[in-house]
Each structure stands twice: as C-alpha cells, then as structure tokens.
C-alpha cells in the first residue's frame, strides 16, 4: 500500500499539472473503486480552478476555488497517469484540463477512494477526524510522543503503525526508523523514555525525508505520476531482507505481528538507540 512518501511523491508530481490549472473535463470510467464516485463530481469539478494540492497522512487533496477539495487515497495498486497516451483498463477516472493536460487514475484492485468534500470542512472528513499530528510536522516531537504512547504496553511497532498516534507512517518506514534509532520492535511503547524518543523522532523524519527524495518505494504496484519508480527500496536496511547480513553484523529477522512483517536485526536493536545517517 503506497505509505506518506509515495502519496506526497504523487501530490508533487501532480502540481505542476494541476496547479492554477481549470479543470475542463471529468470522467468516471465506472462506478465505484472502494466505494462509489460522488455522484456530483463531473458538475462540481468541472470549470473550477485547482488551487492547492496537498496532502494528510495518506490522502491526497486537491483543492479547488469552488470551496471544494477532492480527497484521493490509492488503496493497494492506486497511482496517477499524465498525459497517457491511450487510456488502460483500470483507468477509472478521467481529469482533463483547459491547458490541454490528461490526468487518469489507475487503480487495478480497486481499493482506492475519490471523496468530495467542502473544504472548510476537511477537519471533520470521518477519516481525518481521528488523526494524530503529521510526522513532519514541528509538533511532532519527543514530548508529544511520550505523552501519546504513556500507559502503552503494546508494541513500539504497532504504536506507531496507529494512525491516531501519528499519521501516515506504515509498515516500511516504521521498521526503517526503528533500525534507524537503534529500538527493538518489540519494546513496550509506554517504556521507552523521552531520549530514546528523540532519537526516534529524528530517525522518522531521516526515513521519510530520504524516501521522499527517493520517490518513495516501488514494491509492487506502485510509479510516480509521470511514471518513474520509487526507487527507496535499494536503500532499505532491514525491510524484506531477512536473512541478510546487518552492517553490524548481525543477520536481519523477521516476524509476524499484527498481521504484518516486522524485519530487524536482533543484534543491533537493542538496548541504548543510536540513530545512524544512511545515504540518500
């Protein structure tokens, strides 16, 4: 499922299509991807001004002068095409602009979303509604994730995968920051101290930021809008290599928790974290 770096990726590579642009054509190619196409979307959309793109935790916005914002998740396999030259199968819907410009949402499992919603409404959109602060964002600290994780005796994996704890990290970033920070996955998330905690909340922010000048990671489905891959997949230090040699010299491992794969290295996560620098 693309995470926070691959849909802030899409965003990116959508403003220079969209941004200022009117919109001057919408087509829904079917009905419904997870649920159904708003039923005024052609009428809403089409003659606004796109105004600002954005995004929050795994949405992305496109906001439009009329007051209203087009929230996108990509699902599973989600991705934007520009400017395709012929029209696929799973290209479910359809923006063109007056510039001249051709936008398609392709979407092959159908677990993707296009939602509609007045923008200055966005706070109460029931998926963002029980949202943590964004993981980039300066209120996103050492303190504010001691105060959120105090009484948890859950893992620190699972803690952070928890959207109302922080929004937007996934199970990728999640095991790249802990072997980062040096924590073991494991970890009780109401015991680790505010020290720990700021080396990782740096490790996040390191993960993210690397992933996102990256292009996010190309796994399965995934491509960036003008139809690269993502390419922070060749920086992974622990995700999907288990059984690989750790740098320490340990050996990557992995196990099942949640119904997800935690990789990381029993040797070097444990005891006091340490943040590390990888290569960008």
């Not at 300066?138 to 922080?166: C, E, M, N």
């Not at 399965?220 to 809008?225: C, E, G, K, M, Q």
């Not at 390419?231 to 050996?251: H, I, L, M, N, W």
């Not at 099942?256 to 029993?266: H, I, K, M, Q, V």
Request: aromatic share 6%; with cysteine; charged share 25%.
């Amino acid at each position: 499922m693309p995470e926070l770096p691959e849909v802030e990726t899409t965003v990116r590579g959508l403003r220079p299509v969209l941004q200022d642009q009117v919109i001057a054509r919408v087509e829904a190619r079917r009905a419904n991807l997870r649920r159904a196409f708003p039923d005024d979307l052609r009428q809403r959309l089409t003659g606004a001004r796109v105004v600002s793109l954005d995004r929050r935790a795994k949405y992305g916005l496109i906001g439009t002068d009329r007051g209203d914002t087009m929230v996108f998740h990509l699902g599973m396999s989600g991705r934007w095409r520009v400017d395709p030259g012929k029209l696929h199968l799973h290209d479910h819907l359809v923006i063109e602009t007056e510039a001249g410009r051709r936008l398609a949402l392709n979407d092959a499992r159908r677990f993707g979303s296009v939602d509609l919603v007045a923008t200055d409404t966005l706070a109460a959109f029931p998926a963002f509604q029980p949202l943590g602060p964004e993981p980039l964002d300066p209120t996103f600290d050492a303190h504010y994730l001691r105060a959120a994780l105090t009484g948890k005796r859950t893992s620190i994996k699972l803690a952070l995968l928890d959207q109302r704890v922080v929004a937007g990290l996934g199970n990728i970033y999640v095991c790249e920051a802990l072997y980062d920070a040096r924590i073991d996955p494991h970890c009780a998330a109401g015991d680790i101290g505010v020290t720990h905690l700021v080396r990782l909340v740096d490790a996040i922010r390191m993960v993210l930021d690397a992933a996102i000048l990256a292009g996010g990671s190309t796994l399965r489905d995934y491509a960036r809008p003008d139809g690269e891959l993502g390419y922070f997949s060749k920086q992974f230090a622990v995700y999907g290599r288990d059984g690989e040699a750790c740098g320490c010299g340990g050996t990557v491992a992995r196990y099942a928790e949640g119904g997800r794969s935690t990789f990381w290295c029993p040797k070097c996560q444990q005891g006091r974290p340490r943040a590390t620098r990888r290569k960008s």
